[in-house]
């Protein structure tokens, strides 16, 4: 574990924390925390966290001070680098993990005068926002390439937790896979980890093993590229960062979480006393999902196809889910036309029609 940036420290900060009050009249920089699920150097989503964080201390200079603990874990010690950092005079903390939420409720009621973020959670309070990108529609772009690309017919894809939002990617790319290849087959493999790259690197051979000739990721390292890379003939995509480095094979695009604008934008709120809590989701349209570069490994007529979709993603004229789509149980999900609604995606347990394997409880 590694701390930058520690801040004013000491009793009297802690009173202040404690009692509500706020931070002292000579203290002038806005203090803003961040706690960090993985390591800021894994290369995929606590990476570009850090890149949001930066960018905050380069649009406002000597008017901000930063900090963050990195490779915490979700639990019982996230609540206590939270309060150390509410104790040293943050400001504002983001919490950059879906397993941080309980967390983030238990630690924002006792600081009711510092305002919290949780990233990709559904609780919230009057000092606690929580943000989160439509990464779907990213994965949606990654299922229209990798149909086209595969030619095994066998897409590996490694889950981290059986969460809504990670179904919810497994979902949106088979149903863009099955658009453009009728005959694709999905395999997945759940890891249990966030980051873990011995972990990432094992499911990508196990998939590779059962024939995958393409392998998604909702994990956040690089591991998958580099075990992809050793066998050959493999392709990837990055996960949250651009992962240009495996470029212009095995990742032949990405999707790029780009928290930078949000978390400038909160920080601005927070400066001039107009922060209220919210609850966002956004997507491609939006800028907060990005998709990366695709590469020339990729044909140029697939690559335009991806590209118009995302466009007509980002335009609004294309939903990841429009029906017809039935559920894997082979019941009406959605009927022809019809767009899934938030709350449904949201909580999203199911497989749609097609995949197979259970979902793990």
């Known amino acids: 574990m590694k701390r930058r940036t520690l801040l004013a420290s000491g009793a009297a900060a802690a009173a202040l924390g404690l009692t509500g009050l706020p931070v002292l009249a000579q203290d002038t920089k806005t203090k803003v925390g961040f706690i960090f699920v993985g390591p800021v150097g894994d290369g995929g989503w606590t990476y570009q966290h850090n890149e949001g964080r930066l960018a905050i201390e380069q649009e406002f200079g000597d008017s901000v001070e930063t900090m963050f603990v990195e490779s915490v874990p979700e639990g019982p010690d996230a609540v206590r680098v939270m309060t150390d950092m509410a104790l040293k005079g943050a400001n504002l903390i983001f919490t950059t993990s879906f397993g941080y939420m309980d967390q983030t409720v238990e ?34 772009v990654q299922g229209h390439i990798a149909g086209h690309m595969t030619t095994s017919n066998i897409i590996g894809y490694i889950g981290s937790f059986p969460i809504p939002e990670v179904i919810r990617g497994i979902n ?39 024939g995958a000739d393409v392998i998604l990721q909702h994990t956040d390292s690089t591991a998958p590229q580099a075990a992809a890379q050793a066998k050959g003939n493999v392709i990837t995509f990055g996960q949250a960062s651009d992962m240009a480095e495996y470029a212009p094979s095995p990742r032949v695009s990405s999707i790029i979480d780009n928290w930078a604008p949000y978390y400038i ?30 590469s020339d490994a990729v044909p140029a007529e697939v690559k335009a196809s991806a590209e118009a979709l995302r466009d007509s993603i980002a335009a609004g004229e294309t939903h990841p889910f429009t029906g017809p789509v039935n559920k894997q149980d082979g019941s009406v999900w959605l009927a022809e ?25």
Do not use: C
């Not at 149903?175 to 499911?203: G, S």
């Not at 709120?269 to 990366?292: F, L, R």
């Open 107 to 140: 630690v924002a009621s006792k600081f009711p005068n510092v305002k919290f973020e949780h990233a990709t959670g559904f609780k919230d309070a009057p000092n606690l926002a929580t943000y989160s990108a439509r990464f779907y529609e990213g994965r949606a």
């Open 172 to 210: 949106s790319s088979y149903l863009a896979a099955k658009a453009v290849n009728p005959d694709v087959q999905f395999k997945i493999v759940w890891a249990y980890t966030w980051f873990d790259p011995a972990k990432e690197a094992e499911a990508a051979n196990v998939l590779i093993e059962q």
């Open 337 to 361: 036309g019809e767009k899934a609604d938030d709350g449904t995606l949201l909580g999203m347990n199911f497989y749609v029609e097609g995949i197979e394997g259970d979902i793990p409880s």
């Open 265 to 294: 934008d909160r920080t601005r709120a927070v400066m001039d006393g107009t922060w209220e809590t919210h609850q966002v989701w956004e997507g491609i349209g939006d800028g907060m999902v990005k998709i990366g570069e695709i």
